[in-house]
């Protein structure tokens, strides 16, 4: 009975099912194996040699793939079918035999299928062969060229700029990209220009829009009108003349549909239409794949197994009828850079069962299957039919040209299925529909309207564009991007806000030193390149350990070239590099990197141990003037100095807004000797410092409010915002409050609402009433009362409380029926009974006690003094031992501190 490997056990599970109890089926959990996280793991001096460790976790997996070989003397390994799949299958050959666990008579095969289905997996059984070596080799090169680079460059920036947490070959490029971006988006100008649009009628009565698009006989162009008065004088132009409709052309037009998808394009679609981060689309499609729903899901490859597309054409025609079967199935070509994984796109397994016949339970699942089913069925759809309308209106001496566009959809076609999404949305007027408008007939002006428009930056990047652009570029592969996208947010270079990609101060001084620096290896060029010399080994055409020497030659001289440098002097050069972002030239032409606070030294860049980066004046600390990293005016509260930003005064003392350790804050007057810490208030979640007036600063400082006495007790209700949040008080009861507004408007009825739900959940909750005053305890003192508890009415006194019989009434039981079931409940519960109060002594002279002898240890005494003796060193010696065994742990630990060289199956997720 051979034994099959795959990564997943939920694959295993699902491909046992299909095998049936002729083979046993079992998990890698995927690799097994990876480089040590430590210096010579890759041995540049003798060829590049590599060791391998087995991870911790992996140790059980791999005995019991062992043992059960002992059993099943046949290995078929069943990885998927990708570099990283076969280099899973070749590790755990690897380990098996250094295991002694695979014989000389042993038979291992390897089996792909690029679909978990009976018929996909049978077949694949019927055709097994031998670990690809090519791919195997390709693998090596980019784990070893992965580890390299994060092994060696990482240290370099922990070392040149604190708080830096890797590089890595992929990684850092990726960075680049955002980067690069933001400099452009704070580099760009807008610039203003003008349209004028009409609203014209035509005899019918019916509207429509046109643009004007000639002028004095020469055609305009973006910012022909470039400002409100030759707007205004086109607009009078128009007003002026008559208009006539000078032609009218339509045109029929096809839109065909999108290729099926593969990784990136998956990636990028389901971020569009579903807000789904690259991680969590290929999780999703992961569990997708398992369950046998759909195709492999990490491919370049958009071409469909022959009988896939047929399956395709019938489902198309059982359900929208032969009108939408286009005559020939249609055919696919890759378009991305490097593309070439053999792999088919990413469809469903079963053509003709859509989501909702599949029932799946889980949102994300079921939403990545109904897009990669609809967008496979439209893929094979008939195209959709158009006519395109084009007319033009203008004036009878031709100084004034308008013009209006539109579309009629006259066959739906694959539209009816499926429309791809767009990155950024832009207004179509080729999307509008006219109404019907015949050539020489005249369009009376309804109104004539110019509209100021200013151009736009480039957007920043989403994780669907950053990967599209990846892709375009040839850097990173359909197993990487989720990855690569993942890690540069997990090092915190780079946060992702309202779906956009915002490079971190960290990130962009990574980018700085590393574009400096180690300029050639964050080149998209170069890194395009290395890739396309991986995948000519992979195709077998190159040794891989050619490419690693070439590569490590010049890589070594740059890193040896860095371990002269200064902080400072790395500081100095990002300051250069980063000059025209960080200190734009002034208005006024004076120096921009003048201190505005001495007026005497010159602002710098600065990094704090936390990793961020401020710009701060030379002369500290005589000068502490700071403003956060970036251009000024870039941030609300840049200008905020040493002595705050003056907000406006009150009642004499003047408000400052500040900054401090624990982050901005307002505040009252100065430090005076009176009043060392004058009043101040720190600004809640959610406010920004942009925000904060004198108005909005004394309403802090006003903290916390009284909303008046409790109607019950007459105690005064508070309202204020402290350590967890904005919140209402009575006595030691505080009850939260959902919104900081809610503070300074919140009354009595609310309060006192928001306060009775707290109590009511147990937390502060005031104390019960008692149902009966006894009075004090006659022998111990202290009261005793009657209360009613959960479990029924009983007396308490002090930490007792004692059940009523159910034949006493609580409002019957007197003071010594109360002292008796106290002294009861007592005994029973080994607490101390209560003891007879002791008349106070008579005062009289000390005398000094005479001097005993120690009493003799009696022989059970002895012994139970060396049993503790002997325990309490037993457990010193213990405590000692670990405390030292410890020690060299933590040392080894840091000897080999990971280098985040990047995982075995994250390429350059360094």
């Not at 004007?212 to 707007?231: H, I, N, P, V």
């Not at 990136?264 to 499609?285: C, D, H, V």
């Not at 004198?694 to 909303?707: N, T, W």
């Not at 002294?823 to 002594?841: F, H, L, M, V």
């Amino acid at each position: 009975m051979p034994v099959v490997v795959v990564e997943s056990p939920a694959k295993a599970k699902t491909i046992n099912k299909y095998l049936g109890s002729d083979y046993t089926v079992l998990a890698s959990y995927g690799h097994v194996r990876d480089l040590p996280p430590k210096d010579g793991s890759v041995d540049t001096e003798h060829d590049f040699d590599m060791t391998w460790e087995i991870a911790t976790d992996s140790r059980k997996h791999v005995k019991a793939i062992a043992d059960a070989l002992k059993d099943d003397n046949a290995l078929i390994l069943a990885t998927d079918p990708d570099r990283e799949g076969e280099a899973i299958s070749w590790h755990l050959e690897e380990a098996l035999r250094n295991r002694k666990a695979i014989k000389k008579d042993t038979p291992v095969s390897r089996v792909v299928f690029n679909a978990i289905t009976k018929t996909a997996v049978t077949e694949a059984m019927k055709s097994p062969r031998q670990v690809d070596a090519p791919l195997v080799e390709a693998y090596l090169a980019r784990r070893a060229l992965d580890y390299l680079v994060g092994f060696n460059l990482s240290p370099v920036l922990w070392r040149k700029l604190p708080g830096a947490k890797s590089a890595g070959r992929v990684q850092s490029v990726c960075l680049r990209l955002i980067v690069d971006r933001e400099m452009e988006i704070e580099a760009f100008r807008a610039q203003e220009y003008w349209t004028v649009k009409a609203i014209l009628e035509t005899p019918r009565g019916q509207t429509f829009e046109a643009r004007l698009t000639q002028l004095s006989g020469e055609k305009l162009e973006r910012f022909s009108l470039k400002d409100s008065t030759s707007a205004e004088m086109a607009v009078q132009a128009i007003q002026s003349r008559d208009l006539t409709v000078s032609s009218v052309e339509a045109k029929p037009g096809t839109r065909n549909p999108s290729a099926p998808f593969m990784t990136s394009t998956l990636q990028q679609e389901a971020s569009r239409k579903f807000g789904m981060g690259a991680r969590q689309t290929m999780s999703a499609a992961q569990r997708l794949y398992e369950a046998g729903h759909i195709t492999y899901m990490r491919t370049d490859g958009i071409d469909m197994a022959p009988e896939a597309v047929m399956a395709a054409r019938d489902a198309i025609k059982d359900r929208f009828g032969e009108n939408y079967v286009p005559k020939s199935p249609r055919m696919y070509k890759n378009k991305a850079k490097n593309a070439q994984e053999a792999h088919e796109c990413v469809r469903p397994t079963d053509m003709s069962r859509d989501a909702a016949s599949l029932r799946i339970t889980d949102a994300d699942q079921r939403k990545l299957y109904d897009l990669i089913w609809k967008r496979t069925i439209a893929s094979q759809m008939e195209a959709a039919r158009l006519e395109r309308t084009t007319v033009d209106v203008a004036s009878q001496d031709g100084e004034v040209v308008l013009r209006a566009t539109g579309q009629v959809v006259t066959f739906d076609g694959f539209i009816r299925v499926y429309e791809e999404g767009r990155d950024d949305s832009v207004i179509d007027d080729d999307d509008k529909r006219l109404p019907q408008i015949h050539e020489g007939e005249a369009a009376k002006k309804q109104g004539v309207t110019p509209e100021q428009h200013f151009t736009q930056p480039p957007p920043r990047y989403t994780e669907a564009t950053l990967v599209k652009r990846m892709e375009e570029l040839g850097i990173g592969r359909p197993s990487t991007y989720a990855s690569i996208v993942t890690t540069i947010q997990d090092r915190e270079y780079v946060r992702k806000d309202k779906g956009r990609l915002i490079p971190e101060d960290k990130g962009r001084l990574v980018t700085a030193f590393l574009s400096n620096y180690f300029r050639r290896y964050v080149e998209y060029d170069f890194t395009a390149e290395l890739e396309e010399q991986l995948d000519d080994v992979s195709a077998g055409d190159r040794d891989y350990k050619e490419v690693l020497r070439q590569f490590w030659r010049d890589f070594s001289a740059a890193i040896a070239e860095t371990s002269e440098l200064r902080i400072t002097d790395v500081l100095e050069k990002i300051n250069e590099v980063l000059e025209p972002h960080l200190f734009p030239p002034t208005e006024d032409g004076s120096d921009p990197r003048l201190c505005p606070h001495c007026g005497e030294g010159r602002l710098s860049v600065r990094t704090a141990r936390s990793g961020g980066a401020f710009i701060g004046c030379s002369n500290y600390p005589e000068c502490r003037f700071t403003r956060p990293f970036g251009p000024p005016g870039m941030e609300a509260g840049d200008e905020i100095g040493p002595d705050g930003k003056i907000l406006g005064e009150d009642k004499g003392d003047t408000i400052t807004l500040r900054k401090g350790r624990f982050g901005p804050y307002v505040q009252r007057g100065e430090p005076t000797e009176e009043q060392p810490k004058p009043p101040r208030a720190s600004l809640p979640k959610g406010w920004e410092i942009s925000e904060i007036d004198l108005e909005r600063a004394l309403m802090l400082l006003s903290l916390p409010r009284e909303i008046g006495p409790h109607p019950e007790d007459g105690e005064l209700v508070e309202a204020g915002i402290g350590r967890y949040g904005p919140y209402v008080k009575h006595g030691r009861i505080y009850a939260n409050l959902e919104e900081v507004d809610d503070v300074f408007h919140i009354g009595m009825n609310r309060a006192v609402e928001e306060l009775a739900k707290k109590a009511s959940r147990g937390r502060g909750r005031t104390a019960a009433a008692p149902l009966k005053e006894l009075g004090e305890h006659p022998e111990a003192g202290g009261p005793v009362q009657v209360m009613s508890g959960r479990y029924g009415p009983y007396v308490k006194w002090q930490k007792v409380n004692a059940t009523l019989p159910k034949d006493i009434e609580p409002e019957a039981v007197t003071m010594d029926q109360a002292v008796q079931l106290i002294a009861e409940k007592a005994a029973k519960s080994g607490k101390k009974a209560p003891a007879k109060k002791k008349a106070a002594p008579k005062k009289t002279a000390a005398k000094k006690p005479a001097a005993k002898k120690p009493a003799a240890k009696t022989a059970t005494a002895k012994k139970t003094a060396a049993t503790k003796s002997a325990a309490t060193k037993s457990a010193a010696g213990t405590k000692t031992t670990a405390s030292k065994s410890a020690t060299p742990r933590k040392t080894a630990a840091k000897k080999t501190r990971p280098a985040d060289g990047g995982s075995s199956s994250d390429d350059g997720a360094a």
